[in-house]
């Protein structure tokens, strides 16, 4: 249970530390688009069951697959996108991270 909660702040503390060192006085917009990132875990309501703390996300859900990762990084050549492709590599990493804890 610990390692679920500490996943999830991770998922606001991270994009947060990011914006405010990347963008230190306009940081708010950038942390904003990264924090909604976490709208990609919707992708879990596909599994079943929903949730599993024991389930690695990556190449599991759709939206965590290596083809997703592979668009996430070509999204960072975009000027429009790559706020948001970062928050995504960012929840991505996380995610991958979590799965090192499961093995």
Same mark, same amino acid.
Request: proline share 7%.
């Given at each position: ?9 991770l ?13 230190r ?10 924090a909604?990132?976490? +709208?990609?875990? =919707?992708?879990?309501l596909? @599994?079943?069951p929903?949730? &599993?703390?024991n389930?690695c996300?990556i ?11 592979g668009?996430?990084l ?5 000027p429009h996108?790559?706020?948001? +492709?970062?928050? =995504?590599?960012?929840?991505? @990493?996380?995610?991958?991270t &979590?799965c090192?804890w499961?093995?």
């Amino acid at each position: 249970m610990e390692r679920t909660i500490m996943h999830v702040i991770l998922h606001f503390f991270v994009p947060f530390a990011v914006a405010k060192t990347v963008w230190r006085e306009k940081w708010i917009r950038p942390f904003l688009i990264m924090a909604l990132t976490i +709208a990609v875990d =919707l992708d879990h309501l596909l @599994a079943e069951p929903i949730f &599993d703390p024991n389930r690695c996300s990556i190449g599991t859900h759709p939206l965590h697959s290596w083809p997703a990762i592979g668009v996430y990084l070509a999204c960072l050549l975009s000027p429009h996108l790559r706020i948001a +492709a970062l928050g =995504l590599l960012i929840h991505m @990493a996380l995610d991958g991270t &979590d799965c090192l804890w499961l093995f």
